[in-house]
T-cell receptor, first 114, second 113 residues
Framework: DVKVTQSSRYLVKRTGEKVFLECVQD?????MFWYRQDPGLGLRLIYF???????EKGDIPEGYSVSREKKERFSLILESASTNQTSMYLC?????????????FGPGTRLTVL | AQSVTQPDIHITVSEGASLELRCNYS??????LFWYVQSPGQGLQLLLK??????LVQGIKGFEAEFKRSQSSFNLRKPSVHWSDAAEYFC???????????FGTGTRLKVLA
């Protein structure tokens, strides 16, 4: 079974703190993604990475950065957390293949910024 | 621009009743199509996907979906809903040859005992 794990299920931080969200996948997938999920807005792509040390901005990258030093690990960084970054964050991974890339998701991290 | 519409925000059905969740997409060519389910507090689990071939796709948990090119739709169905199906369901599309998904805004399913 594909397994995508996220370091925390729930996280509470204060405004201005630096926040790290970690994601690890065990299927040797090339692609990894970070989404945020908000009610009524569905999932929105923040960043994705198609290889180690490679990254591309998604639809809402402002206020976020990412790091991918190893193939299995993809970190989302909030340099200075703000209350409007309170959300559910979902990590996913996929591997290029015939017929498209199926994304596999982690359980999510619910982040609250006070 | 590509888009995905799930017109129903909430749906309530009785246990044992049939279910259909709607998904319409806007895209110039036939995309890859997916349905995911999210149980409360959980990540997304893939229910089924369509890449090519037979337009009726079978998935896990007794779900199926039918791709209708003429209607740009990929509706999810289940003949008899169980209480454990209460969850949020997301339709997603991806352009062929890319790894970027576009998600719908989700449909929350409530099941009455």
């Amino acid at each position: 079974d594909v397994k995508v794990t996220q370091s925390s299920r729930y996280l509470v931080k204060r405004t201005g703190e630096k926040v790290f969200l970690e994601c690890v996948q065990d299927m040797d997938h090339e692609n990894m993604f970070w989404y945020r999920q908000d009610p009524g807005l569905g999932l929105r792509l923040i960043y994705f990475s198609y290889d180690v040390k490679m990254k591309e901005k998604g639809d809402i990258p402002e206020g976020y950065s990412v790091s991918r030093e190893k193939k299995e690990r993809f970190s989302l960084i909030l340099e200075s957390a703000s209350t409007n970054q309170t959300s559910m964050y979902l990590c996913a991974s996929s591997s290029p293949g015939r017929g498209g890339d199926t994304q596999y998701f982690g359980p999510g991290t619910r982040l609250t910024v006070l | 621009a590509q888009s995905v519409t799930q017109p129903d925000i909430h749906i309530t059905v009785s246990e044992g009743a049939s279910l259909e969740l709607r998904c319409n997409y806007s895209y110039g060519a036939t995309p890859y199509l997916f349905w995911y389910v999210q149980s409360p507090g959980q990540g997304l689990q893939l229910l089924l996907k369509y890449f090519s071939g037979d337009t009726l796709v079978q998935g896990i948990k007794g779900f199926e979906a039918e791709f209708k090119r003429s209607q740009s739709s990929f509706n999810l169905r289940k003949p008899s809903v169980h209480w454990s199906d209460a969850a949020e369901y997301f339709c997603a599309v991806a352009a062929r040859g890319t790894y970027k998904y576009i998600f719908g805004t989700g449909t929350r399913l409530k099941v009455l005992a």
